[in-house]
């Protein structure tokens, strides 16, 4: 198992598979912002959205490690459901404010063939599923970019065309975690839905005026902690930001930091891409030599906290990191949410329910 720190203890709020969500409680203290949170993977997204300030009723994700990890992290504070989101029943999670999640990327991916929704991993189904049987003020869900692609203009106008018969205003955007503090280049294809009362507020978050820290910055106190006599030139030479950090599918074999394309990048920035170490790079190790990353280093990439803890052995909390959102990204869409959702009109208004586009983005990009 890899432990970055000690974590909260398990909790009694687990529930496993079967018609699942029956015991859930629905809506927070007076006046906060709650949230169920779908595919939650090892938490990149709740994490986020909890630190914009919504309380998650409960997270859902069917990967045993994944769930571990969240409940290492927040098993204490979150009902952590393991199970398919097929079998989670809404109803019992009418209220709340946020529905969010990261829909499995693989039908929309150049890896996963872009199949689509003729691709049974497609739960962009299941998730308007839920937000028809819970009702919520808002809604956010994020994959890849692909989605974005001329190829799937039918099926985005017919998860829209759901969305605005339900009564959401919508917009679904490229947004790039750089913009958001992350040394990373990571674009994701972003939906926001949000129901006509609190629609006018909603306003995408602005790209943080200072650039991203670099690679170099931001592990440095990591690659040198065991001495390695090459950590300071490493640093003068990884200052610039990382490629997309891929964790890939159980199917693909041990970790690594991305197809050759990717790797390539790594090794302009002085990392050796074509595995995960166990540990950093210690005072026996050339100077010259290109290191590897470890589980942590790929984690602070991603904006997750130090402390956040991974269960599992090396390849599955890799894979775990690769596929998150990244918390800092979340947590900027989160307050723009949030910020919309407590300045509501006081009567409904008129405002045309559509969808706000504000890209252009062609099949080669």
Same mark, same amino acid.
């Given at each position: 198992?890899?432990?970055?720190?000690?974590?909260?203890?398990h909790?009694?709020?687990?529930?496993?598979?079967?018609?699942?969500?029956?015991?859930? $409680?629905?809506?927070?203290t007076v006046?906060e912002?709650? $949230?169920?949170?779908?595919?939650?993977?090892?938490?990149?997204?709740?994490?986020?959205?909890?630190?914009?300030?919504?309380?998650? &009723?409960?997270?859902?994700?069917?990967?045993?490690?994944?769930?571990e990890?969240?409940r /290492?992290?927040?098993?204490?504070?979150?009902?952590?459901?393991?199970?398919d989101?097929?079998?989670l029943?809404?109803?019992?999670?009418?209220?709340?404010?946020?529905?969010?999640?990261?829909? %499995?990327?693989?039908?929309f991916?150049?890896?996963?063939?872009?199949?689509?929704?003729?691709?049974?991993? &497609?739960?962009f189904?299941?998730?308007l599923r839920?937000?028809?049987?819970?009702d919520?003020?808002?809604?956010?869900?994020?994959?890849?970019?692909? /989605?974005?692609?001329?190829r799937f203009?039918r099926y985005?106008?017919? #998860?829209?065309?759901?969305?605005?018969? /339900?009564g959401?205003?919508? @917009? @679904?955007?490229?947004v790039?975690?750089?913009?958001?503090?992350?040394?990373?280049?990571?674009p994701?294809?972003?939906? #926001?839905?949000?129901?006509?009362?609190w629609?006018?507020?909603?306003?995408w978050?602005q790209a943080s005026?200072?650039? %991203?820290?670099?690679v170099? &910055?931001?592990?440095?106190?990591?690659?040198s902690?065991?001495d390695?006599?090459g950590a300071?030139q @490493?640093?003068?030479?990884?200052q610039?930001i =990382?490629?997309?950090?891929?964790?890939?599918?159980?199917?693909h074999?041990?970790?690594?930091?991305?197809?050759?394309? =990717?790797?390539?990048a @790594?090794?302009?920035?002085?990392?050796?891409? /074509?595995?995960v170490?166990?540990q950093?790079?210690?005072p026996?190790?050339?100077?010259h030599?290109?290191?590897?990353?470890?589980?942590?280093?790929?984690?602070?990439?991603?904006?997750? %906290?130090?402390?956040?803890v991974?269960?599992?052995r090396?390849? =599955?909390?890799y894979?775990?990191?690769g596929?998150?959102?990244? %918390?800092p #990204?979340?947590?900027?869409?989160?307050?723009?949410?949030?910020?919309?959702?407590?300045?509501?009109?006081?009567?409904?208004g008129?405002t045309?329910?559509?969808?706000?586009?504000s890209?252009?983005i062609?099949?080669?990009?």
């Amino acid at each position: 198992m890899v432990m970055a720190a000690v974590g909260v203890g398990h909790g009694e709020p687990t529930v496993r598979a079967g018609r699942i969500g029956l015991e859930a $409680s629905a809506g927070g203290t007076v006046g906060e912002l709650t $949230s169920l949170e779908i595919c939650a993977g090892a938490g990149g997204q709740s994490l986020g959205l909890e630190q914009a300030g919504f309380s998650h &009723d409960a997270a859902v994700e069917i990967d045993p490690d994944a769930c571990e990890t969240l409940r /290492l992290n927040r098993g204490s504070e979150w009902k952590i459901i393991e199970g398919d989101v097929h079998s989670l029943d809404g109803r019992p999670f009418a209220g709340v404010d946020l529905v969010s999640g990261g829909v %499995p990327c693989p039908p929309f991916s150049i890896a996963g063939k872009q199949l689509g929704a003729d691709d049974d991993r &497609d739960l962009f189904p299941q998730a308007l599923r839920l937000v028809e049987e819970i009702d919520p003020r808002a809604v956010l869900l994020e994959n890849v970019r692909g /989605l974005a692609t001329r190829r799937f203009d039918r099926y985005r106008a017919q #998860v829209l065309e759901q969305l605005h018969t /339900l009564g959401y205003q919508t @917009w @679904w955007d490229l947004v790039q975690a750089s913009d958001h503090g992350v040394p990373q280049l990571r674009p994701r294809f972003v939906l #926001v839905a949000i129901k006509e009362r609190w629609a006018e507020m909603f306003r995408w978050p602005q790209a943080s005026p200072s650039p %991203p820290p670099t690679v170099g &910055d931001t592990l440095h106190d990591l690659i040198s902690v065991h001495d390695w006599p090459g950590a300071d030139q @490493w640093r003068q030479r990884a200052q610039g930001i =990382a490629p997309t950090i891929v964790g890939g599918s159980k199917k693909h074999g041990g970790p690594d930091l991305g197809p050759t394309r =990717a790797r390539e990048a @790594w090794k302009k920035l002085g990392v050796d891409g /074509l595995g995960v170490a166990d540990q950093p790079p210690g005072p026996e190790f050339p100077a010259h030599q290109l290191p590897k990353l470890t589980v942590q280093m790929v984690a602070r990439i991603q904006g997750f %906290p130090d402390d956040w803890v991974f269960s599992g052995r090396k390849t =599955a909390a890799y894979r775990q990191v690769g596929n998150a959102f990244p %918390p800092p #990204v979340a947590r900027a869409i989160g307050n723009a949410i949030r910020d919309a959702l407590s300045d509501a009109r006081p009567e409904p208004g008129t405002t045309d329910l559509g969808h706000h586009a504000s890209l252009a983005i062609n099949d080669g990009d």
